[in-house]
C-alpha cells in the first residue's frame, strides 16, 4: 500500500524567508499533485508534476519531483502572509490519489 | 471558482439517518472522485466513476454507495449514518478516465451527525 509523508507537518514562517516542503512516497509513481486548502475551503491545484525531474514555478512557490528518490519538494521563496495555508501533496497509484498528510502554514510578518 | 458544484453546502442529521449528496462536475468532464475529509482520516479517495461507470474505489464503506447519471452528474448516498461519518465530503472532476488527470475539486459538503 501506498504511504505519502509530508514534513514537516506544522511550519511558522517569517515573512519574507525560505523554505521548503518534502513529500516522500513509498511506490513507484510518477505523477504528483501539489495543492492548496485554505481553512473551511476546497482544494485549489497548485502544480501537476507529470515526469522524473520536473519542475514548475509559480510566483513564489517552485514543485520538482524526483521518481528516483521518490521525493518531491515545495519550495517556498520570499514567504508572505496570503501564502499561509495547508499544503497537500498527492500520489497517483492505482487509480487513485493518495494524499499525504497535509502542511500547514503559517507566514508571520 | 473550479467549475465543481456540490449540494448542499451543509447537512446536519442524526445517527441512522440517510443522506444523499450531489455533484455536478465541470462542463466537459467525464470522471468524477468523491473524497472524505476528516481530521482523523485526512484526504481519503472514496470512489470514481466515469462516463456512467465505476473506474475505481477507495476506503468506501459498504454503507456508502454512489452513482453517476446520463447527464454525468454524481451522488454519494450515505445510509445508517454514525457520529464518525461527520466530515467534509469532496466531489472532484476531470477529463480523464484513468485518474491521472488533474482533478479540480469542488467546495464540499460538510456533514454533521449528531
Known amino acids: 500500500e501506498l504511504k505519502v509523508e509530508q514534513n514537516p507537518l506544522f511550519l511558522s514562517m517569517q515573512e519574507g524567508k525560505n523554505y521548503t516542503i518534502y513529500c516522500n512516497y513509498s511506490?513507484?509513481?510518477?505523477?504528483l499533485y501539489w495543492y492548496r486548502q485554505d481553512p473551511g475551503k476546497s482544494l485549489e491545484s497548485l502544480f501537476v508534476l507529470l515526469s522524473n525531474g520536473a519542475v514548475k514555478q509559480e510566483g513564489r512557490l517552485m514543485a520538482s519531483l524526483d521518481t528516483k528518490a521518490r521525493l518531491s519538494t515545495l519550495h517556498i521563496t520570499a514567504a508572505v502572509h496570503d501564502l499561509s495555508a495547508t499544503y497537500f501533496c498527492?500520489?497517483?497509484?492505482?487509480?487513485?490519489?493518495?494524499f499525504g498528510a497535509g502542511t500547514i502554514l503559517r507566514v508571520k510578518s | 471558482d473550479s467549475g465543481v458544484t456540490q449540494t448542499p453546502k451543509h447537512l446536519i442529521t442524526a445517527t441512522g439517518q440517510r443522506v444523499t449528496l450531489r455533484c455536478s462536475p465541470r462542463?466537459?468532464?467525464?470522471?468524477v472522485y468523491w473524497y472524505q475529509q476528516s481530521l482523523d482520516q485526512g484526504l481519503q479517495f472514496l470512489i470514481q466513476?466515469?462516463?456512467?461507470?465505476?473506474?475505481a474505489k477507495g476506503n468506501i464503506l459498504e454503507r456508502f454507495s454512489a452513482q453517476q447519471f446520463p447527464d454525468l452528474h454524481s451522488e454519494l448516498n450515505l445510509s445508517s449514518l454514525e457520529l464518525g461519518d461527520s466530515a467534509l465530503y469532496f466531489c472532484?472532476?476531470?477529463?480523464?478516465?484513468?485518474?491521472?488527470?488533474?482533478?479540480?475539486f469542488g467546495p464540499g459538503t460538510r456533514l454533521t451527525v449528531l
Open positions: 462542463s466537459g468532464d467525464l470522471s
Open positions: 472532484a472532476s476531470s477529463a480523464l478516465g484513468g485518474g491521472a488527470g488533474e482533478q479540480f
Open positions: 511506490t513507484t509513481s510518477d505523477r
Open positions: 466513476y466515469y462516463n456512467g461507470e465505476e473506474r
Open positions: 498527492a500520489v497517483f497509484y492505482g487509480n487513485k490519489l493518495v
